[in-house]
């Protein structure tokens, strides 16, 4: 089945802990990219990757960073986690790095709760 | 800069009733549009997007959305709501920026009364 997984779905960790999040997606995508969910504020994002080795900042990065060492792969990693990073997450995916009008299919998201 | 409004963060209908929710965009580049809706504890799947060609586009479970340039509007309808149509559901933008980067509105929770 082709799809977008997240690892762990629910975390509650306290604030300096490091911790990654990781994404894979089995769809051969070359585009991938993390966003975050606030109430009242949609999904803003996070980091994105075009290719393998390539990522660039979305419009909240600040505390966060990712790798894309693999196709498959997109870890998000919290060096040192704060409460304003309490949040819920999703990693999404898709086909062509430079199409604005693909679709994006996105994993079931990450609660986190940074104490 | 790109942004989405959604006009209304709840909305309750009947079932059977029409559904409308309301959004607005920003662009100085032509848009993509889309919809995409989030069941609860799921993550965000497409519903329909406008790129390019019909200003009326329709989706899954029988939405469909209308493209207005002129007033900046890509209002999402459904005929007859359903109780499954219970959902949160967001509007989004792309066409600048990198890569395939989606602008979201804040979204709307629609609530459907038996």
């Known amino acids: 089945e082709a799809q977008v997984t997240q690892n762990p779905r629910y975390l509650i960790t306290v604030t300096g802990k490091k911790l990654t999040v990781t994404c894979s997606q089995n769809?051969?995508?070359?585009?991938m990219s993390w966003y975050r969910q606030d109430p009242g504020l949609g999904l803003r994002q996070i980091y994105y990757?075009?290719?393998?080795?390539?990522?660039d900042k979305g419009d909240v990065p600040e505390g966060y960073k990712v790798s894309r060492k693999e196709k498959r792969n997109f870890p998000l990693i919290l060096e040192s986690p704060s409460p304003n990073q309490t949040s819920l997450y999703f990693c999404a995916s898709s086909i062509d790095r430079a199409s604005s009008t693909d679709e994006q299919f996105f994993g079931p998201g990450t609660r986190l709760t940074v104490l | 800069a790109q942004s989405v409004t959604q006009l209304g963060s709840h909305v309750s209908v009947s079932e059977g009733a029409l559904v409308l929710l309301r959004c607005n965009y920003s662009s100085s580049v032509p848009p993509y549009l889309f919809w995409y809706v989030q069941y609860p504890n799921q993550g965000l799947q497409l519903l329909l997007k406008?790129?390019?060609?019909?200003?009326l586009v329709k989706g899954i479970n029988g939405f469909e959305a209308e493209f207005k340039k002129s007033e900046t509007s890509f209002h999402l309808t459904k005929p007859s709501a359903h109780m499954s149509d219970a959902a949160e559901y967001f509007c989004?933008?792309?066409?600048?920026?990198?890569?395939?980067?989606?602008?979201f509105g804040a979204g709307t929770i629609l609530r459907v009364k038996s």
């Open positions: 990757s075009m290719n393998v080795e390539v990522t």
């Open positions: 769809m051969n995508h070359e585009y």
């Open positions: 406008y790129t390019t060609g019909a200003t």
């Open positions: 989004a933008v792309s066409g600048q920026g990198g890569g395939n980067k989606l602008v």
